[in-house]
C-alpha cells in the first residue's frame, strides 16, 4: 500500500490500548504485504502528542491514517476525534473508529466529530484481517485523498 504522493510508505497511527488487538493488527498487515509504518500509542494523550510532535514524539511523522479505539485510558476517543478534527493542520487526515462498541450512541456520536469511518472489530482473526484488507482497499486505493496543506511534512 503506497500512497502516489512520492513513493514514501503509508503512515498509519493505531491508537489502541489492547495488546491483543495491536498484535492481531500488526500481523494482518504484515500477512497482507502492505508497504506502510504502523506506529502505535495506547491512550488518548500520547496520540495528540504524536500528531502535534511533543512531548517525547518531535520526530514523529505525518500520518496518513488514524485507526482510532474509543475505549481508551486517561481520553476516550471521541475526545481525540474532537481534537484532531477541530486542528486546521490535522483535520484532513482520515480517522477510522475502529472499536468493539457496536453501540449506536457510539456511531452517532463518532460521525457527530467528523470520523470518517467507524468499523467494529470483528472477534474471529480472519475476519479482521478482511476488514483491515479493506480498509486498506478503500483509503489508499479507491479514495482520492487532498494534497498536503502549504507547510504540511
Not at 8 to 20: A, H, K, S
Not at 36 to 46: A, K, M, Q, R, S
Not at 74 to 99: A, F, Q, W, Y
Amino acid at each position: 500500500m503506497t500512497l502516489d504522493r512520492s513513493g514514501d510508505p503509508v503512515e498509519i497511527l493505531l491508537v489502541e490500548d489492547n495488546p491483543g488487538d495491536v498484535r492481531l493488527t500488526e500481523e494482518a498487515l504484515k500477512e497482507l504485504r502492505i508497504t506502510n509504518e504502523l506506529h502505535v500509542v495506547t491512550d488518548g494523550p500520547d496520540a495528540l502528542d504524536f500528531l502535534f510532535e511533543r512531548d517525547g514524539y518531535e520526530s514523529a511523522p505525518a500520518i496518513d491514517l488514524v485507526l482510532l479505539d474509543l475505549n481508551l485510558p486517561r481520553m476516550d476517543g471521541i475526545e481525540v476525534l474532537k481534537e484532531i478534527k477541530s486542528d486546521p493542520d490535522l483535520k484532513r487526515t482520515p480517522v477510522i473508529i475502529l472499536t468493539s462498541s457496536s453501540a449506536e450512541e457510539d456511531v452517532v456520536r463518532s460521525y457527530e466529530n467528523y470520523t470518517n469511518a467507524y468499523v467494529t472489530k470483528p472477534v474471529d482473526p480472519n475476519q479482521f484481517v478482511d476488514v483491515i484488507r479493506s480498509l486498506e482497499e478503500f483509503w489508499f486505493t479507491i479514495v482520492r485523498s487532498p494534497p498536503p496543506r502549504d507547510g504540511d511534512r
